[in-house]
């Protein structure tokens, strides 16, 4: 069932869970990840960044697969299909092939122009009945040409773009996308609470859900963090899966080569990492 983000994540931050977004990649991802939602009743936001969605030959192509293959597989718990960091013009690609929510990534512009630019993409995106994300304070590492230093948000900014009437907010507070360093400081959990005193009510996002220790997922969902996004980590079961299947030689037995068969490992292990994330979020049975 396609809908927009807004009322699961409302719903996740009053009920003090959090909604997993899954970055599809392909159609085994996208159907992985809608079987495991429906299977464990847990709403659910299929992310797709702008270099997966050129990967796949365009949005429109993006949204009608997410759209057929959410009724041929009979899925009842809201789905949401949603831009990952968005450019201002990728944000209205999306809006015009049909998702149900965007992200305007605008951290990296002057606070002035992130508000601009975040106003008008609300009033749009409202009017369309979808929802939209914004962030302040980049996210750090690089994911699909998304760079960010990693530098932690300032909470009074935050306010002043949540105050535009975005439906959640990613606020950096020290995460990074991809694989975290031995060095890691942390999560900084001093200015989640400041974000979280100054914006109230506002579904937060956690970008870069891979490799954050469980006590500090709890405590950030806690916070007031209703939204925690994970790819690396389906990427990696994938991969790890998909070499175990050719290092086994399982590719030369039979039909072992046919796409189907050689696949299915890998997309059997992003159903495992997806149901291990939505039983960590609390998001089970909240659909």
Known sequence: MLV???????KAKAGKYAVGQFNI?????????LLTAEELKSPVILGVSEGAGKYMT???????????MDEELGITVPVALHLDHGSYDGC??????????IMFDGSHYPIEENIEKTKELVSVAHAMGMSIEAEVGSIGGEEDGVVGAG????????????????????AGIGN??????????????ETLAAVQDKTGVMPLVLHGGTG????????????????????????????EATRKYIEDGKDLEGKGFDPRKLLAPGAEAIKATVKEKMELFGSVGKA
Do not use: R
């Open 4 to 10: 927009s983000a807004t009322e699961m994540l409302q």
């Open 25 to 33: 990649n392909n159609l085994e991802w996208t159907k992985s990840i």
């Open 58 to 68: 365009g949005f429109k192509t993006v949204a009608a697969m997410v759209k057929a």
């Open 92 to 101: 209205y690609k999306c809006i015009k092939a049909g998702f149900t929510s």
């Open 151 to 170: 530098e932690c948000a300032d909470p009074d900014e935050c306010k002043a773009i949540a105050d535009l009437g975005v439906d959640m907010l990613a």
């Open 176 to 189: 990074i996308h991809g694989k975290y360093p031995e060095n890691w400081a942390g999560l900084s959990f």
């Open 212 to 239: 954050i220790p469980e006590d500090m997922i709890k405590k950030a969902i806690s916070l007031g963090v209703s939204k925690i996004n994970v790819n690396t980590e389906c990427q990696l079961s994938f991969q």
